[in-house]
């Protein structure tokens, strides 16, 4: 008996337009938003209780209480999925909220993060997390608050150049995308606003749930930024998300509400129609929004993430393409000429479009830049202030 993972596979082979309506019918997209959470779970004892009701009421998900953190159930596929990222782990948070990022070949500046969830409910194929969260893989939202707070209040107080003093929210989450259900930026926005001088935010994110951040009070201190990616890519490798046109419009949205909007092109994959979808996803870009930043980045998994996407996706086609990188430090890359030729034909399209919008290479090499003709002098970049 094969699982609706492994049949929608099955039909991944016949032709196009049904492999996509296929795909999208088993992930369930984030239009249907009470799919992405089914049930919260706390473990008593290790969780604001409060908070945790709070939230329950707030999203109208059943809460189950347990003694222990459970443990996962071994499946593969969607079902590992499910038990992964269909559920939402309420806990506290021992460790610091606040900790600054060091890249291991120095390839990016010591941002700061804040890291209010580990892992996330979308399902992208590509995603880094299934590695850094291999022990621990249940999606989880960290619910002591108060503690977050103290340490933002210090982090304002503290002697931190300008352009670190930006919190990044999304280097271990998604951080919008079950903010429906925990309404955690609705608290955390207006707070930054009221009560920090210095400090902003930055929430990266592939949501389009938005509309509770459009008449809060955020005094230009919350960047909103936005991943998008051609509709190949989305409709192949980023389930549940929702779609680069829906993220667009939730931007062009967050900007008219007085938002800064910054966006990531990231991963960019090399396959057959690439150039055209490339050049389509910047066109679009520019007819949806202007933002003041905009970062680019290749595919480039760690060595170690294969195994992680293939007891999920088996039939993933980035098993595929890994076979045709190259190893650099820790991690898989295209080839030089590949990268040099997708960055060329991005970088040249923005700049057709407005040639004053900062553009920036995510954790590139330093030729990759000089090749290009761009200066990372005075970086502007996705990450800083
Ligand atoms: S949105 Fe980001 S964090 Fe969430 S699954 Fe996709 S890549 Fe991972």
Known sequence: ??????????????????QISEIQETYAYSSDRQILVSELWAVRGHCD??????????????????????????????????????ILLLRNRTSSFIEQFQHPIGRCSKFYKLTA??????????????????TMPISTHFVNYDKMFKEIINFDKAKIPDVLRVLNLGELCDPLAV???????????????EETQKTRLLFLTKSDCIDSLLDLNHKNKSIMSFSVNTNMVYQQLEHRTASPEERLKAARRLRQAGYEIR???????????????????VEKVFSYVKPERITIGEYRPSKGLASHISSRFPES?????????????????????HRLAMFKVIVDTIKKHDRKVKVALCKEDIKIWKTLGMTINGLQCNCLG
């Open 117 to 134: 969830y580990n892992n996330c409910n979308f399902w992208c194929e590509y995603c880094y997390l299934y590695l850094t969260f291999r």
């Open 263 to 281: 966006l990531r092109i990231d991963p960019v994959i090399l396959y057959s129609t690439w150039r055209k979808d490339y050049i389509d996803l």
């Open 179 to 193: 903010e429906d259900v925990t309404g955690f930026a609705e608290e955390l926005i207006p707070f930054i606003a």
């Open 49 to 86: 209780e409060l908070r945790a009701k709070k939230i329950a009421k707030r999203s109208g998900l059943p809460l189950k209480w347990f003694d222990a953190t459970p443990s996962l159930n071994g499946e593969k596929g969607v079902k590992k999925l499910q038990a992964e990222r269909g």
């Open 317 to 337: 086609p980035l098993l595929k393409i890994n076979a045709g990188l190259i190893s650099e430090g820790t991690k898989l890359r295209y080839p030089d000429e």
């Open 1 to 18: 008996m094969k699982n609706s993972y492994q049949q929608n596979n099955l039909n991944k082979k016949s032709e196009c337009s049904l």
